[in-house]
T-cell receptor
């Protein structure tokens, strides 16, 4: 089945540093990747949509200069949290749209998430 | 605009009893509806989806959901709950292809032995 591998699973970084989160589609081509953020005990909030080879589309209120998204290939999308601060601490999840030709078709597959803690 | 409502923050059920996790949706056009489960510090695992066809959808781990167009609902059900079913459940909807899923706020299911 379609699998998205997300790394790292968790990361602790100092305030002011940058952190890169990777999502790789292992056995299919992910032309579209969605990035979500989840606060404790809350739902997933869409941050941005990235399409391979083009600029990401950010949701209202999401700082594009802070959350840099790169989707340079059909199998890799990255989210870089720049100059991280404690308020950026959260759980970040990527999701790729699975095309009908990929079995089993269930629409979307999710990475396992990255727990970011900024100290 | 699309939206999903999960009216219950928490559902408690005894092991062996049937469980229901409620979901209602609002979307223009035909909805694509999904249920996902999330365990602590993990990503989302797909349970089932409704695209078209039979209103009763059967999914993973014995879960099923019934699409009710008139009530705009897609409640998740299981005839006999297990302690291992305890997790956070999300209902999601999408109306158009290539658009992201819109999630409900989630319902925490607690199955008590």
């Amino acid at each position: 089945g379609a699998v998205v591998s997300q790394h790292p699973s968790w990361v602790i970084c100092k305030s002011g540093t940058s952190v890169k989160i990777e999502c790789r589609s292992l056995d299919f081509q992910a032309t579209t990747m969605f990035w979500y953020r989840q606060f404790p005990k809350q739902s997933l909030m869409l941050m941005a949509t990235s399409n391979e080879g083009s600029k990401a589309t950010y949701e209202q209120g999401v700082e594009k200069d802070k959350f840099l998204i790169n989707h340079a290939s059909l199998t890799l999308s990255t989210l870089t949290v720049t100059s991280a601060h404690p308020e950026d601490s959260s759980f970040y999840i990527c999701s790729a749209r699975v095309t009908p030709r990929t079995e089993p078709f269930y629409g979307y597959t999710f990475g396992s998430g990255t727990r970011l803690t900024v100290v | 605009a699309q939206s999903v409502a999960q009216p219950e923050d928490q559902v408690n059920v005894a092991e062996g009893n049937p469980l229901t996790v409620k979901c209602t949706y609002s979307v223009s056009g035909n909805p694509y509806l999904f249920w996902y489960v999330q365990y602590p510090n993990r990503g989302l695992q797909f349970l089932l989806k409704y695209i078209t066809g039979d209103n009763l959808v059967k999914g993973s781990y014995g879960f099923e959901a019934e699409f009710n167009k008139s009530q705009t609902s897609f409640h998740l059900k299981k005839p006999s709950a297990l302690v291992s079913d305890s997790a956070l459940y999300f209902c999601a909807v999408r109306a158009q292809p290539n658009t992201p899923l819109v999630f409900g706020k989630g319902t925490r299911l607690s199955v008590i032995a």
